[in-house]
């Protein structure tokens, strides 16, 4: 398993972590609420899990995959992993709620950040 895969599974495991947390356990900041900062922690948790996800397949694949089935590949698990942990949120008993926003948000994330790997680093090398 190469760097980044392994990455990859520790953030996902943090990711669910913080998605499972009950939420009474929760820390709660008024100045959260008003900045909307629980998106923007979506966004950022599963747009990191899809870089990761895309660096570490890339190495792992050489040359069997192309860029663009990487970046796919990696947008995909990271929606679905996104949809999982809205879906577990339900769970009675965890004091969360799964929601649509969230799930819009995980995927902005997921989308980015594959994107990123695209225009920053595959990009890149193929220009090198």
Same mark, same amino acid.
């Not at 392994?6 to 609420?33: M, Q």
């Not at 992993?81 to 709620?97: D, S, V, W």
């Not at 920053?120 to 090198?128: E, G, K, V």
């Given at each position: 398993?190469?760097?980044?895969?392994?990455?990859?599974?520790?953030?996902?495991?943090?990711?669910?972590?913080?998605?499972?947390?009950?939420?009474? =356990?929760?820390?709660?900041?008024? *100045?959260?609420?008003?900045?909307?900062v629980?998106?923007?922690?979506?966004?950022? /948790?599963?747009?990191?899990?899809?870089?990761?996800?895309?660096?570490?397949?890339? %190495?792992?694949?050489? =040359?069997? *995959?192309?860029?663009?089935?990487?970046l *796919?590949?990696?947008?995909?698990?990271?929606?679905?992993?996104?949809?999982? /942990?809205?879906?577990?949120? /339900?769970?009675?008993?965890?004091?969360? =709620?799964?929601?649509?926003? %969230?799930?819009t948000? =995980?995927?902005?994330?997921?989308?980015?950040?594959?994107?990123?790997?695209?225009r920053?680093?595959?990009?890149?090398?193929?220009?090198?």
């Open positions: 398993m190469t760097r980044h895969l392994r990455l990859a599974l520790a953030w996902s495991f943090l990711i669910a972590f913080l998605c499972l947390t009950p939420g009474r =356990n929760l820390p709660h900041w008024e *100045w959260a609420d008003l900045l909307s629980d998106k923007l922690v979506h966004m950022l /948790m599963f747009g990191i899990l899809s870089y990761l996800l895309a660096r570490g397949l890339r %190495d792992r694949a050489e =040359n069997r *995959w192309t860029d663009g089935r990487i *796919w590949i990696a947008g995909a698990i990271s929606f679905a992993y996104g949809g999982l /942990m809205e879906i577990l949120q /339900m769970t009675p008993g965890l004091g969360r =709620n799964g929601d649509v926003v %969230d799930l948000a =995980n995927t902005i994330g997921a989308v980015v950040g594959a994107w990123l790997v695209h920053f680093w595959i990009r890149r090398s193929a220009q090198a």
